[in-house]
């Protein structure tokens, strides 16, 4: 069974029992009498409020004294718990540990990042080539600013998906006709003048295919 230590709403605080210091922060309740944490031989611990799980866990399980902190809900009419009463020396090797995790965390973010990025280039590059193999007759800068602009991580893009991924011809033909659209065309005028979409898609749709079929020939 977990020792309860109380923290009471501060125009509640009382005065202990036995040495009558307070209004008291901390107080235990020993037949129904207020304690404080000095009587209660409790007073060499220090207060760690809830919110960090980890450091929490390893806190408690590092002390060899320990007491749940609670306090009273009047909303809810319940006592719920506000955090523990620790060792200091448990304490601070519990915020040791998390600083390590977090050091190590940050690391692998670094390198995932990194290997991330590498994988991303040599795709981008992978894609500019198919791009190219597709429509020998793309300006190569456009063909790498394709591949860039659809492939881009977290965008959501034809580029990304994996199909595309796959280097399946349909998917990459998809995201040279959605650059060409917004490129070369004026769609986004035709979008931002009030045109609806499909209206705006069909008004521009042969001179999609008009680009599309001049890349396609051999230079």
Same mark, same amino acid.
Not at 44 to 71: F, K, M, Q
Not at 103 to 127: G, I, Q, S
Not at 172 to 193: G, N, Q
């Given at each position: ?14 005065? =202990?029992?036995? =040495? ?8 235990? +309740? ?5 304690? =404080?944490?000095? =009587?209660?031989?409790? #007073? ?25 902190? *609670?306090?009273?809900?009047k909303r809810r009419k319940r006592y719920e718990r506000q955090g523990?009463?620790?060792?200091? /020396?448990?304490? #601070? ?16 973010? &670094?390198?995932?990042? /990194? ?13 500019? &080539?198919?791009?190219?193999? +597709? ?49 070369? !065309?004026?769609?986004? #005028? ?7 979409? @499909? ?7 042969? #001179?999609?295919? /008009? *680009?599309? /079929? !001049? @890349?396609?020939?051999?230079?």
């Open positions: 069974m977990d020792l309860v230590v109380i923290e009471p709403e501060p125009h509640k605080r009382r005065h =202990c029992a036995e =040495c009558r210091q307070g209004p008291l922060r901390f107080h235990i +309740l020993e037949f129904n009498a207020v304690i =404080c944490l000095d =009587c209660a031989d409790l #007073a060499h611990l220090v207060y760690l409020p809830r919110g960090n799980a980890a450091l929490t866990r390893r806190a408690r399980e590092a002390s060899s004294l320990w007491a749940v902190v *609670i306090r009273h809900n523990l009463l620790v060792e200091e /020396t448990a304490l #601070a090797h519990a915020e040791s540990s998390c600083l390590a995790d977090a050091d190590a965390r940050a690391r692998r973010r &670094t390198r995932d990042a /990194t290997r991330r990025a590498a994988e991303d280039v040599r795709f981008t590059a992978t894609l500019t &080539t198919k791009i190219l193999h +597709l429509f020998p007759s793309c300006p190569p800068h456009r063909a790498q600013a394709i591949a860039t602009h659809t492939s881009q991580r977290g965008s959501g893009r034809v580029g990304r998906s994996a199909a595309a991924r796959a280097l399946d011809e349909a998917a990459i033909t998809a995201a040279v006709r959605a650059a060409i659209r917004h490129e070369d !065309t004026p769609y986004d #005028a035709l979008l931002m003048s009030g045109v609806p979409r @499909w209206k705006a898609r069909a008004r521009v749709a042969r #001179a999609i295919e /008009t *680009i599309l /079929t !001049t @890349w396609q020939l051999e230079p």
